[in-house]
C-alpha cells in the first residue's frame, strides 16, 4: 500500500542544536516533495521544495536532501531557535498529481 | 509573494444549518484549488480539487451533497457544509496552485453545536 511517514510525532531538541526531521514514503514515485510548517490554528507555509533529480536543497539555516534510492527525505534546521517549534510537514506530488501529506512532527526547541 | 484568504477565519454553527467558507487567491490567478480538513493532532485529509468553470473532484468518503464546492472564477472557490452537524466541526483549510506551487490558506475553523 502507498504510505508516507514521518519519524516521530513529536521532537524535543535543546536550542541551537540541528533538529533532523524524516520523511519516510513506499510505493510513490515522486516527481518533487516540499516540507511545510505548520503553527497551531493556522494554514502550513511553503518552506522548501525538492524535485526527483535534486540531492539536497539549502535555504538559510534550513536543508533537505532527497533519496529516491531509499524513498526518503530529510529536512535539517540548523543552529535551531525556540522560533522554529511548529509542526513540520512533509508533501509528496506524485508523477499521478496526487498530493500527500505526512501527518506531521511537532518540533520543539528549548531554551 | 501568492497570498490565499480564507472567510471567515472562524464560525460557530447550529446543527442543521449550512456555513459556506470562500477561499480567494489574493494576487494570482489558481486554475485549481483544493480543499482540506484537518482534525486536531492530525494532518490535512483532501476533502476536494476544484477546477474553474468544472466540477469538483471529491475523495473517496466525502460526500459532494454534502460539502458543496463552487469554484466560479479564478480567484474564487467556496465549500458550502449543508446541513452541518457536530461532527463535521474541524478545521478546513484550502490551498490555490499554481504550476508546482501551492500557498494554503489561514484556514477556517467550524464549531457546530
Known amino acids: 500500500s502507498q504510505k508516507i511517514e514521518q519519524n516521530s510525532e513529536a521532537l524535543n531538541i535543546q536550542e541551537g542544536k540541528t533538529a533532523t526531521l524524516t520523511c519516510n514514503y513506499t510505493?510513490?514515485?515522486?516527481?518533487?516533495l516540499q516540507w511545510y510548517r505548520q503553527d497551531p490554528g493556522r494554514g502550513p507555509v511553503f518552506l522548501l521544495l525538492?524535485?526527483?533529480?535534486?540531492k539536497e536543497k539549502r535555504k538559510e539555516r534550513l536543508k533537505v536532501t532527497f533519496d529516491t534510492t531509499l524513498k526518503q527525505s530529510l529536512f535539517h534546521i540548523t543552529a535551531s531557535q525556540p522560533a522554529d517549534s511548529a509542526t513540520y510537514l512533509c508533501?509528496?506530488?506524485?508523477?499521478?498529481?496526487?498530493?500527500?501529506f505526512g501527518s506531521g512532527t511537532r518540533l520543539s526547541i528549548r531554551p | 509573494g501568492a497570498v490565499v484568504s480564507q472567510h471567515p477565519s472562524w464560525v460557530i454553527c447550529k446543527s442543521g444549518t449550512s456555513v459556506k467558507i470562500e477561499c480567494r487567491s489574493l494576487?494570482?490567478?489558481?486554475?485549481?484549488m483544493f480543499w482540506y480538513r484537518q482534525f486536531p493532532k492530525q494532518s490535512l485529509m483532501l476533502m476536494a480539487t476544484?477546477?474553474?468553470?468544472?466540477?469538483?473532484?471529491?475523495e473517496q468518503g466525502v460526500e459532494k451533497d454534502k460539502f458543496l464546492i463552487n469554484h466560479a472564477s479564478l480567484t474564487l472557490s467556496t465549500l458550502t457544509v449543508t446541513s452541518a452537524h457536530p461532527e463535521d466541526s474541524s478545521f478546513y483549510i484550502c490551498?490555490?496552485?499554481?504550476?508546482?506551487?501551492?500557498?494554503f490558506g489561514p484556514g477556517t475553523r467550524l464549531l457546530v453545536l
Open positions: 510505493n510513490y514515485s515522486p516527481a518533487y
Open positions: 494576487d494570482f490567478q489558481a486554475t485549481t
Open positions: 476544484s477546477n474553474e468553470g468544472s466540477k469538483a473532484t471529491y
Open positions: 525538492i524535485r526527483e533529480n535534486e
Open positions: 508533501v509528496i506530488y506524485s508523477s499521478a498529481s496526487k498530493i500527500i
Open positions: 490551498s490555490a496552485r499554481r504550476g508546482a506551487n501551492q500557498t
